[in-house]
DNA sequence: AATGGGACCTGCGCGC
DNA sequence: TGCGCGCAGGTCCCAT
């Protein structure tokens, strides 16, 4: 579900409304989606813990705790934060706190993964993690792609080549840039590089400032919707006319993801 | 190395 | 109204 802009504006969120308030006591309604330690543990290392700061590296959420620990929560498709909490039908996770008000962690899905550690840095997805686009030079995103034969939008995707963005970001930013979904990474010009590089930070830095992007599960952590899907050109519009051209976006399948592009705009 | 497929799950919207 | 199918902002794992 979320990308980038979406887990930033949780992240921010989350910062203003829990910073400095105690865990009181934790309810798993579903211990799936605990993934580390046990459940019975997952709760009794929080329950008493302050939180002293909120991250995020990449799309995955860092709670820091008074007692050196660490809640990782990633949401992937349908996580969702929600504070003050309602315990919906969907919530798998109840964090009540000192301010007598819950945080609901609901995931309709149950692909999300919640879990406490010592230290954060040593989890293999944050070290397999690549560069944010905000990270890195226009100069060190072409040199990235140089050396790559596959597939321009699975690789935007690819976590540990680039971190942060996910389908929809990547089908935009693509349109945006004016360049196929199925180009070969090394087969753009210096120009297409440095064009797709400034449009995709574009896209990500305009979809914050609207909070996100509201399609189907997710939200945010008020529960209200982001509201940057007004601005989508590609993403989930087949068969509508392109904003430039009035072509009928496509949509094709790329590494098993919907794919949405301008067939004439995009070459 | 790259690509495709399936797995993990639940629930929505569509066509019949 | 009901059923079956395809689809979903992510990631991991296996086969070719």
């Known amino acids: 579900m979320p990308e980038l802009p979406e887990v930033e504006t949780i992240k921010c969120e989350l910062e203003k409304a829990l910073v400095g308030k105690k865990i009181t006591k934790v309810s798993v309604i579903n211990p799936k989606v605990i993934k580390e330690p ?52 969907e919530a798998r ?21 919640l879990r406490v550690v010592d230290n954060w840095n040593n989890l293999k997805f944050i070290k397999e993690l690549g560069p944010e686009p905000f990270d890195v030079t226009a100069e060190k995103f072409g040199k990235m ?26 089908n935009e930013a693509l349109f945006r840039s004016g360049i196929n979904p199925a180009r070969p990474a090394n087969s753009l010009s210096d120009k ?22 509201s399609i189907d599960q997710y939200i945010q952590l008020s529960g209200d919707p982001g509201g940057y899907v007004k601005y ?13 051209c009035k072509t009928p976006i496509k949509r094709i399948s790329l590494g098993g ?11």
Request: aromatic share 8%; with cysteine; glycine share 8%.
């Open 38 to 89: 046990s459940a019975e543990k997952f709760k009794k290392e929080l329950a008493g813990a302050t939180i002293k700061n909120i991250l995020r590296k990449a799309k995955l959420l860092i709670v820091e705790l008074s007692n050196g620990k660490a809640l990782a929560i990633h949401l992937k498709m349908t996580g969702q934060l929600v504070y003050p909490g309602k315990e919906g039908k």
């Open 93 to 113: 996770v109840v964090f009540y706190l000192s301010d007598g008000k819950a945080l609901d962690f609901n995931d309709r899905r149950l692909f999300a993964e």
């Open 145 to 170: 792609l140089k050396s790559k034969k596959t597939k321009i939008k699975p690789l935007l995707m690819d976590q540990t080549f680039i971190s942060g963005v996910g389908n929809l970001y990547a």
């Open 192 to 213: 297409e590089k440095e064009n797709l590089f400034k449009e995709l930070k574009e896209t990500l830095k305009e979809a914050i400032q609207h909070k996100g992007s």
């Open 232 to 244: 989508h050109k590609v993403y989930d519009k087949e068969g509508k006319p392109c904003i430039k």
């Open 257 to 267: 993801r919907g794919t949405y592009f301008c067939p004439h705009c995009q070459k």
